[in-house]
């Protein structure tokens, strides 16, 4: 169990929260979610130490172990695979360090003795014994074999770097767990994997996640970070998100019927006011009118953008073949002898354990590179807009918003210009700041505005949710749904991939897969293929 008492946090005049009193009890999964900037990742640093708040407390009871999901994945760098499991524990590991110094030591003496035979009796206290077992457990049961259990962190590729930080937070079962973007860079059966394990996990969990599918399968509350308040809600994010739109709903309707009301006061008083008759009728609706509850909605964070897409018919049944296409990257065989052919309207996702694989395959669709063997070919008349994953460069300008997103557009109208970036919430002096200080998020919104304005008959996207908002995520989820034209992607938000793809194209390590039916029916098969089994 972990407990804040009158949590409060600000950096100069910006009010992160304040006075912020809950209980996180054991057997539960916590879903901590907020928009951008609301403080989801500060909170869980507060709730590890690792920030102090401007006020108030967090309180755990003496003996229980806290464990975290390291964000850092160059800190382990120079420890092998297993290693960095172990180190998870942290009193475990610092006995065995500890254990093995003094039976290296040369002079060995009777006090290293007496001093070893207390730490082999805490280790075993720790099922120490067991500890290597259960570490190439869970990498196993994430995806990293046993021949890759003595690799260096870092010459892992940045998938199983984020496995192996996993594997380590959830090492020893610690009494609570926090988790800040745990499915990031993981594939399918890594994600299913961890899923089990959570619902499995009987101990307390605080997670930090964009991921729907995820939130709505693990957490059985949901914790809403919103204009400096925290509040609590029983139920994973679909009954967040049910609740919370009919608590505004009735609030509105509550505010209009007083604004009503307040309106008809105000036009009693003003006739009759100087009326003697009427006077003492008037002064009554003056009191009412001051105890009238007249005030907005109490003010919210949450910003939804408008997005639209209206693809453009394709002439003719061409749209894309690949003929023989293979692609390798430093000597590594990524994909080889693919051919295909993807027609107009379908939506296709590329899934891969390996996702350097994923992208380098769309890179190559969209023409940003050039494939190894093989060809290509789109149809003569098919217009695509491709959203790589690494899309920095495109930022590395001395351009303001506007003008970033004009070099696009045919129309370099200033008010056309502006409808799109409106959409994205880009609005008033927003858009005329620099592009090379956008965060993460704002730089994506800004590639949607630029796919909206391109509005192609083909997108190619990789990672389209990647640094957005649940907000961002679901309003680009449902304009997906609504076009009409052709998609190719990739993805690690379940639910856009179930709402969206009814092809896959799968690359693994012994070829290309083309399975022709939905991501939802692919799951289902590649579930009971696999198995999912916690520590296995």
């Known amino acids: 169990m ?135 457990e869970l990498l196993g049961g994430l995806g990293i074999p046993v021949s890759r259990h003595d690799v260096l962190v870092q010459d892992l590729d940045d998938g199983d770097k984020v496995r192996v930080l996993l594997a380590q937070a959830v090492f020893g079962e610690p009494d609570i767990l926090l988790l800040d973007e745990p499915t990031n860079h993981l594939d399918v059966d890594s994600i299913l994997w961890l899923e089990e394990f959570l619902l499995a996990f009987q101990n307390t969990v605080i997670v930090v996640s964009h991921d729907r599918h995820f939130l709505n399968k693990v957490c059985t509350h949901t914790a809403d970070i919103d204009f400096r308040k925290v509040q609590m809600y029983t139920g994973n994010y679909d009954f967040w998100r049910a609740a919370s739109e009919m608590a505004l709903r009735h609030r509105q309707a509550k505010i209009d019927k007083n604004e009503d009301r307040a309106r008809e ?156 970036l409106g959409r994205m919430l880009f609005t008033g002096d927003e858009s005329k700041k620099s592009v090379t200080v956008l965060s993460g998020g704002e730089r994506m919104r800004c590639m949607i505005a630029r796919l909206m304005l391109e509005d192609p008959q083909c997108l190619i996207l990789d990672g389209p949710t990647n640094h957005l908002d649940l907000e961002s995520i679901t309003s680009l989820n449902t304009a997906l749904v609504k076009r009409s034209g052709t998609l190719i992607f990739g993805s690690h938000d379940v639910e856009l991939i179930e709402s969206l793809a009814d092809r896959v194209i799968e690359i693994t390590d012994d070829g290309v897969v083309d399975h022709q039916y939905s991501y939802t029916e692919f799951l289902r098969r590649h579930t009971e293929e696999v198995g999912v089994l916690v520590g296995a």
């Open 265 to 420: 006061l105000k036009e009693f008083i003003a006739r009759f006011s100087a009326n003697a008759s009427k006077s003492r009728q008037a002064t009554a609706r003056k009191k009412m009118l001051g105890q009238l509850d007249v005030e907005a909605i109490a003010p919210s964070s949450r910003k939804y953008p408008h997005i639209v897409f209206d693809a453009q018919r394709i002439h003719g049944k061409e749209l894309l073949t690949l003929e023989n296409v293979s692609k390798s990257l430093g000597g590594h065989r990524l994909f080889a002898g693919v051919t295909l052919t993807i027609a107009k309207g379908e939506r296709v996702v590329v899934v891969s354990r390996n996702s350097v694989a994923t992208s380098t395959f769309l890179e190559v669709v969209a023409g940003a590179q050039e494939p190894d063997t093989g060809r290509v070919k789109w149809g003569p008349t098919v217009q695509r807009s491709f959203l790589p994953k690494d899309y920095g460069h495109l930022f590395e300008v001395d351009l303001s918003v506007i003008d970033w997103l004009r070099q696009f557009s045919m129309n370099p109208d200033e008010g056309f210009i502006r409808q799109f």
């Open 2 to 136: 972990i407990r804040t008492q009158g949590l409060s946090l600000q950096y100069g005049k910006r009010v992160l929260f304040e006075e912020v009193s809950l209980k996180f009890t054991e057997s539960n999964c916590y879903g901590l979610i907020g928009p951008n900037g609301a403080g989801k990742s500060t909170f869980l640093k507060i709730l590890s130490g690792e920030i102090e708040p401007n006020a108030g407390l967090v309180t755990i009871p003496a003996g229980l172990r806290l464990a975290v999901l390291k964000q850092d994945h160059f800190a382990f760098n120079e420890f092998d695979a297993l290693t960095t499991v172990l180190m998870g524990h942290e009193r475990l590991y610092a006995v065995m360090q500890e254990k093995d110094a003094l039976y290296a030591k040369p002079d060995f003496d009777v006090a290293d003795g007496m001093r070893t035979a207390e730490l082999e009796a805490e280790f075993g206290e720790l099922n120490g014994w067991e500890a290597e077992a259960q570490a190439g």
